[in-house]
């Protein structure tokens, strides 16, 4: 780092995907991209989140001391353990039912064809990774990060000299 060559963009962090695709059109190459590897059957593992693999996932937003609900969908299939940094949120439905008690967590298992409604409370203000805890899962064809991986980011912080790591070891 003191020799100036690592930064953001060498660790493929990005505050948005703009900066992604800005990044791309001054020539980085995403490491996980075939380049001009031949292969005689392509096989490429992605994980996506709304048909998007980190960095294109939407973030989500929230402001402090406000909750939001998020219905977490698996579509897919392999069963999905969902985890949220920095916070632990409410487990309050399962396929679009009331659970008759909530239950605290910071990981919500998603099992195939299910629905798990969360609610987050903003109470920690900040930047934090929200991704499926199968570390393979947030990759892009075997480099992190990418995959099932986003952002919950704090109302206000977009503005804020500092660029998001990605830590999906916790």
Do not use: Q
Not at 50 to 59: H, I, L, R, V
């Amino acid at each position: 780092m003191a020799m100036g060559k690592l930064d953001p963009i060498t660790h493929g962090f990005f505050r948005d995907y703009d900066e992604f695709e800005d990044a791309i059109a001054d020539g980085w190459t995403p490491p996980y991209s075939r380049g001009a590897a031949e292969r005689s059957t392509p096989e490429p593992e992605f994980f996506a989140i709304n048909g998007k693999c980190y960095p294109a996932t939407e973030k989500l937003t929230i402001r402090e001391s406000e909750y939001i609900r998020i219905r977490l969908i698996n579509g897919g299939f392999l069963s999905r353990h969902m985890h949220l940094h920095g916070h632990n949120f409410w487990r309050v439905a399962e396929d679009g039912n009331p659970l008759l008690e909530p239950k605290r967590l910071n990981t919500v298992s998603v099992f195939l064809g299910k629905t798990v409604d969360i609610i987050v409370y903003g109470d920690n203000p900040g930047f934090w990774t929200f991704h499926d805890h199968d570390v393979w899962r947030v990759m892009n064809n075997g480099v992190c990060p990418g995959g099932m991986l986003t952002m919950l980011e704090y109302e206000g912080m977009g503005d804020v000299p500092y660029v998001p790591s990605i830590a999906i070891n916790e």
